[in-house]
């Protein structure tokens, strides 16, 4: 079974620039996940989708921050204009959840490592 | 601010011996889960525990709930060098998830 893909790995970018984060989940996982992790720290969740609907975006940065799942499979995660403390590791992950609050593991991406100038 | 705070922040310990890390958390949740990181493989979950559940076992992990104190521990016995990693537990309240500070592991060979 492939696991969850996301691109690119890595991503340096200057301050006020824009910058996109795709992720592909398990095939048949109806829930997708966003986090942040900064070093040291745990992830935080940014947003949460089941199927192409939002669970939770309340700690998403929305006047910076987007996120879409158009047709409930992959996902993409944009940062408008990134600021320095943006820098972090942003995580993907999926889980079979057919319902939200499910009892079900959550698999996730290698991550793409964003370095903001 | 995160849900699940994990103690201790750092743990070394030899090859061999137990090591137990704890969980507090602040609300009524779901089900609890832990999860490893390590550079090499990413963050890997380890094992769910529901609320209706005290303890589970996976391997060498046990994991215990309790839903009175609002806690949750990890003990991974005979440690082994390849178990140094970051751990983190998550709680799942319904509808939010959140991930903890995490434990730093360190086995010495």
């Known amino acids: 079974e492939a696991g969850v893909a996301q691109s690119p790995r890595y991503k340096i970018i200057e301050k006020r620039q824009s910058v996109a984060f795709w992720c592909n989940p398990i095939s048949g996982h109806a829930t997708l996940y966003w986090y942040q992790q900064i070093l040291g720290q745990g992830p935080k969740l940014l947003i949460q989708f089941q199927n192409n609907g939002v669970v939770d975006d309340s700690q998403l940065p929305k006047d910076r921050f987007s996120a879409e799942r158009l047709k409930g499979v992959d996902s993409t995660l944009k940062i408008q204009p990134a600021k320095l403390e943006d820098s972090a590791v942003y995580l993907c992950?999926?889980?079979?959840?057919?319902?939200?609050?499910?009892?079900?593991?959550?698999?996730f991406g290698p991550g793409t490592r964003l370095t903001v100038l | 601010s995160q849900q699940g705070e994990e103690d201790p922040q750092a743990l070394s310990i030899q090859e061999g011996e137990n090591a137990t890390m704890n969980c507090s958390y602040k609300t009524s949740i779901n089900n609890l889960q832990w999860y490893r990181q390590n550079s090499g493989r990413g963050l890997v979950h380890l094992i769910l525990i529901r609320s209706n559940e005290r303890e589970k076992h996976s391997g060498r992990l046990r994991v215990t709930l309790d839903t009175s104190k609002k806690s949750s521990s990890l003990l991974i016995t005979a440690s082994r060098a390849a178990d140094t990693a970051s751990y983190f537990c998550a709680t799942d309240d319904f509808n939010k998830f959140y991930f903890g500070s995490g434990t730093k592991l360190n086995v010495k060979p």
């Open positions: 992950a999926s889980s079979y959840s057919p319902v939200a609050g499910g009892n079900n593991e959550q698999f």
